[in-house]
């Protein structure tokens, strides 16, 4: 039994893309029974826990844009976004997860949603110079900030910007990548989890010792 509630009060979306969400979560928890697309433990408040939690993110940057969603997994945020971009009548997102597993679900969520997206099942360390231009990078439970602006610098400039979700150490993290970084940071309080953050981060230039 899917709970909108949460998702409502963050973003108002129609009935056909509630039923989206519906039968990607439906999805999700066929998959879920053959490979770990996510921690057990949150799979009862999988609504609330992952659905809503991605919502948020895209609210924070809606619009008909172009994405890259990084470590994709098991579609959180990443078919999220997708089925938001639908919604919003354009816009195009890249997922990238190396496991192959999990691409093939991936390319499974977006079909069956009929999702603007397409799946790359390539590391992320063989993107840099191969991908175009995106407004937005995208990243949940994949890797600390430090590790994250690794992978993305390349991308996030003055127009491209990051958004990552981030748990209750997110302030070591970003003294971890201040050490290494400098970037404009926004720090956004989630509405899902007290203890969480999304940070918006651009204008990422490595310090040069």
Avoid: C
């Avoid at 809503?52 to 999220?80: E, R």
């Avoid at 919604?87 to 069956?112: M, P, T």
């Avoid at 175009?132 to 990078?137: H, M, R, V």
């Avoid at 910007?161 to 970003?174: A, C, P, V």
């Amino acid at each position: 039994m899917r709970d909108q509630s949460d998702i409502e009060k963050i973003l108002p979306v129609s009935r056909e893309t509630m039923d989206r969400l519906t039968e990607f979560v439906a999805l999700f928890q066929k998959w879920s029974t053959a490979i770990n697309l996510a921690a057990p433990s949150t799979l009862p408040d999988i609504w609330r826990r992952h659905v809503a939690d991605s919502v948020q993110l895209y609210a924070l940057n809606p619009g008909p844009l172009k994405w890259l969603d990084l470590g994709s997994g098991g579609g959180f945020p990443g078919i999220i976004t997708a089925i938001l971009l639908r919604e919003a009548g354009g816009g195009l997102i890249d997922l990238v997860e190396s496991n192959h597993k999990k691409a093939a679900f991936l390319r499974q969520a977006l079909s069956l949603t009929g999702s603007p997206g397409k799946v790359h099942a390539v590391r992320i360390e063989a993107l840099t110079g191969n991908f175009s231009e995106y407004d937005a990078i995208s990243a949940r439970a994949l890797a600390s900030l430090n590790d994250l602006l690794g992978h993305t610098a390349p991308w996030l400039t003055n127009k491209t910007i990051g958004w990552f979700h981030k748990g209750r150490d997110y302030r070591r993290e970003i003294d971890e990548a201040r050490r290494s970084w400098t970037f404009d940071l926004v720090e956004h309080q989630s509405q899902i989890d007290a203890d969480s953050v999304i940070l918006q981060v651009s204008n990422v230039r490595p310090i040069k010792l």
